[in-house]
């Protein structure tokens, strides 16, 4: 017999924090017409080399199950790029493939927390990491960056203050997302001496890693690190070669991990899904053109939106070292969340709301400019539009 209180689910699912991002973009999918720059992501399809890659895996037959942690050539192509790229020595047995850089967290965060721990989170911070935490029954702790004439900036010793005996791991996003805030290697080298100290994780989320402008990529705390160091880093196919839709990403742990991990992907979806890591083997290998052409029209959108603020008596906004979000204020709309739905209402237009990225996003908006010019371009005016209203 189905009672009200066989309907309920896990206390801490009926319990889970609100998610101011994803309702404002339900909320614009209810309207038709609504233009979006409130995911992160361009509206380009994956480029053709990649997609003929998996194309032809799946015609090969590469549609069985597959090892729970990856196909070997793709964990040793990781492992190559990280080689290439930021000069780090890999074996593949401490890469993790994993189907999206969300699932990476999820596993970490999984194999990490118990029920009544706490995570000191970097905030402003994507919510996704936050849900995994709340899911694994542990707590969150946020320390904010600063904002200080135009720049964020992260007060260490705060971060060290905010770490108690229940700290299990530090969550630090660098590119952060949605400040365009990114760690340098002195940071990283500082953070994990503490950390080594006290024995606490790292998890740090490198998803933007490539979305930056004046570097070919930024450090990575992998270049800065021991192998044995308690430390995760999270990265995506998504975001670097247009590739949100696949779900694929990758975790790097201390070889320690491997086993805890593959033990979770085994009962989570027994490991990433099998010919679509071949269109990730052909972007790792094929794609640094596609991503400078990327960075091309991404810098290109950064001026532009940032002449356009500049230009508006309203808007207070810096332009980001990195990542393809504007993070800003308006002047006179302190409830970003009553803006977004006036937004997506008056000019059908749909924008992050800052609140959804903890307590010091209070008042803030997140555009994603990845998109094509016209795009943004409409998006722009559709923008000033609702703020002379
Ligand atoms: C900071 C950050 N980490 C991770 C992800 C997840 O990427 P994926 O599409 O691989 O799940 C995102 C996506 O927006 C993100 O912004």
């Given at each position: 017999?189905?009672?009200?209180?066989?309907?309920k689910?896990?206390?801490?699912?009926?319990?889970?924090?609100?998610?101011?991002?994803?309702?404002?973009?339900?909320?614009?999918?209810?309207?038709?017409?609504?233009l979006?720059?409130?995911?992160?992501?361009?509206?380009?399809?994956?480029?053709?080399?990649?997609?003929?890659?998996?194309?032809?895996?799946?015609?090969?037959?590469?549609?069985?199950?597959?090892?729970?942690?990856?196909?070997?050539?793709?964990?040793?192509?990781?492992?190559?790029?990280?080689?290439?790229?930021?000069?780090?020595?890999?074996?593949?047995?401490?890469v993790?493939?994993?189907?999206?850089?969300?699932?990476?967290?999820?596993?970490?965060?999984?194999?990490?927390?118990?029920?009544?721990?706490e995570?000191?989170?970097?905030?402003?911070?994507?919510?996704?990491?936050?849900?995994?935490?709340?899911?694994?029954?542990?707590?969150?702790?946020?320390?904010?960056?600063?904002?200080?004439?135009g720049?964020?900036?992260?007060?260490?010793?705060?971060?060290?203050?905010?770490?108690?005996?229940?700290?299990?791991?530090?969550?630090?996003?660098?590119?952060?997302?949605?400040?365009?805030?990114?760690m340098t290697?002195?940071?990283?080298?500082?953070?994990?001496?503490f950390?080594?100290?006290?024995?606490?994780?790292?998890?740090?989320?490198?998803?933007?890693?490539?979305?930056?402008?004046?570097?070919?990529?930024?450090?990575?705390?992998?270049?800065?690190?021991?192998?044995?160091?308690?430390?995760?880093?999270?990265?995506?196919?998504?975001?670097?070669?247009?590739?949100?839709?696949?779900?694929?990403?990758?975790?790097?742990?201390?070889?320690?991990?491997?086993?805890?991990?593959?033990?979770?992907?085994?009962?989570?979806?027994?490991?990433?899904?099998?010919?679509?890591?071949?269109?990730?083997?052909?972007?790792?290998?094929?794609?640094?053109?596609?991503?400078?052409?990327?960075?091309?029209?991404?810098?290109?959108?950064?001026?532009?939106?940032?002449?356009?603020?500049?230009?508006?008596?309203?808007?207070?906004?810096?332009?980001?070292?990195?990542?393809?979000?504007?993070?800003?204020?308006?002047?006179?709309?302190?409830?970003?969340?009553?803006?977004a739905?006036?937004?997506?209402?008056?000019?059908?237009?749909?924008?992050?709301?800052?609140?959804?990225?903890?307590?010091?996003?209070?008042?803030?908006?997140?555009?994603?400019?990845?998109?094509?010019?016209?795009?943004?371009?409409?998006?722009?005016?559709?923008?000033?539009?609702?703020?002379?209203?």
């Open positions: 017999m189905v009672t009200e209180s066989s309907l689910f896990r206390h801490i699912v009926e319990n889970l924090s609100s998610n101011p991002g994803a309702e404002i973009v339900r909320y614009g999918r209810r309207k038709a017409g609504v979006s720059l409130g995911q992160g992501e361009g509206d380009i399809a994956t480029p053709d080399f990649i997609m003929r890659a998996a194309e032809e895996a799946m015609r090969q037959g590469k549609t069985f199950y597959g090892p729970v942690l990856g196909h070997e050539e793709l964990r040793q192509e990781i492992a190559t790029y990280y080689a290439r790229l930021h000069h780090v020595d890999l074996p593949s047995h401490r993790f493939v994993t189907g999206s850089g969300t699932t990476a967290m999820h596993l970490a965060l999984t194999a990490l927390l118990d029920e009544d721990e995570a000191v989170a970097v905030t402003p911070i994507w919510k996704n990491l936050v849900g995994a935490v709340e899911l694994a029954e542990a707590r969150v702790r946020e320390v904010p960056l600063r904002y200080q004439e720049v964020w900036h992260l007060d260490m010793q705060q971060l060290f203050d905010s770490c108690t005996p229940q700290t299990r791991v530090i969550l630090v996003t660098s590119p952060s997302n949605p400040a365009g805030w990114v290697r002195e940071e990283m080298r500082t953070l994990l001496e950390t080594r100290a006290r024995g606490i994780w790292i998890l740090s989320d490198e998803v933007y890693a490539r979305t930056t402008y004046e570097l070919v990529h930024a450090p990575s705390f992998l270049e800065v690190a021991e192998p044995d160091d308690l430390l995760f880093v999270v990265n995506s196919f998504s975001k670097n070669w247009a590739m949100t839709g696949w779900r694929l990403g990758w975790l790097v742990g201390p070889a320690a991990a491997e086993a805890a991990i593959r033990d979770i992907a085994i009962y989570d979806n027994m490991g990433p899904p099998s010919f679509t890591q071949f269109g990730g083997l052909a972007a790792l290998r094929h794609g640094e053109d596609f991503i400078e052409q990327q960075r091309q029209l991404w810098r290109a959108n950064r001026d532009l939106v940032h002449e356009t603020f500049r230009a508006s008596n309203r808007i207070e906004a810096e332009k980001p070292a990195a990542t393809f979000y504007s993070f800003f204020k308006v002047e006179g709309e302190p409830d970003c969340l009553a803006l739905r006036r937004l997506i209402d008056e000019v059908s237009l749909s924008m992050a709301p800052g609140c959804a990225f903890g307590k010091v996003g209070q008042g803030y908006m997140r555009m994603c400019f990845a998109v094509s010019r016209p795009k943004l371009e409409d998006a722009l005016d559709r923008l000033q539009t609702a703020l002379k209203r």
